[in-house]
């Protein structure tokens, strides 16, 4: 699976070997994270990419995405897919540490990972946030994703991929 670039951002699907270091904190030499990565949204996503990996095998490109910085090679988040599609429905997750926010890396991140869908041909896509989370809820918007239903700790949102064209 090769990566997906922005103009400012790389995602990168992470194997079984990277996910197992991030699970574990424990980055090789080749690994170039900032401070704060992977923090606590990260570790769940992971152990639920191993998870599904021992299970069904080979996630990608139904996987967990690294967010690298374009401009230094640093990871700064983490984004991807909460399982396999089902019924060409995938639900989605991201998150970046606390010095990457409010730069516009997630919306970048979330479009390119909706691409990724479209391409696979999804047709549907899901995301939660918080009441609290302002900022994720704005992206999703800007993204296209709409609040379709809340319940007292989250807000559930769906965006519906157009059909390319053949």
């Given amino acids: 699976m090769s990566d997906r670039e922005t103009a400012r951002l790389i995602l990168r699907a992470v194997d079984t070997a990277q996910a197992q270091r ?16 992977p923090f606590e949204g ?5 152990g639920g990419f191993l998870r599904a ?37 995938v639900e989605i997750g991201y998150g970046l540490i606390p010095a990457a926010r409010g730069r516009g890396y997630a ?4 479009l390119a990972l909706m691409a990724i ?12 946030t918080t009441h609290d989370n302002i900022a994720s809820q704005r992206t ?5 994703f709409e609040q379709v239903a809340a319940d007292d700790e989250l807000l559930h949102y769906e965006a ?4 390319r064209m053949a």
């Fill in 160 to 163: 519906r991929l157009v059909p």
């Fill in 53 to 89: 990996t021992d299970q069904h095998g080979d996630q990608r490109p139904f996987g967990y995405y690294q967010i690298t910085r374009q401009s230094d090679g640093v990871v700064v988040g983490g984004i991807g897919f909460v399982g396999p599609p089902d019924g060409g429905m």
């Fill in 107 to 110: 919306g970048k991140a979330l």
């Fill in 140 to 144: 999703l918007a800007h993204a296209g």
């Fill in 22 to 37: 991030i699970r574990d904190m424990a980055p090789s030499a080749e690994d170039h994270w900032a401070e704060g990565y």
């Fill in 117 to 128: 869908a479209d391409e696979h041909g999804i047709a549907e896509l899901r995301a939660d």
């Fill in 42 to 46: 990260d570790l769940a996503a992971i």
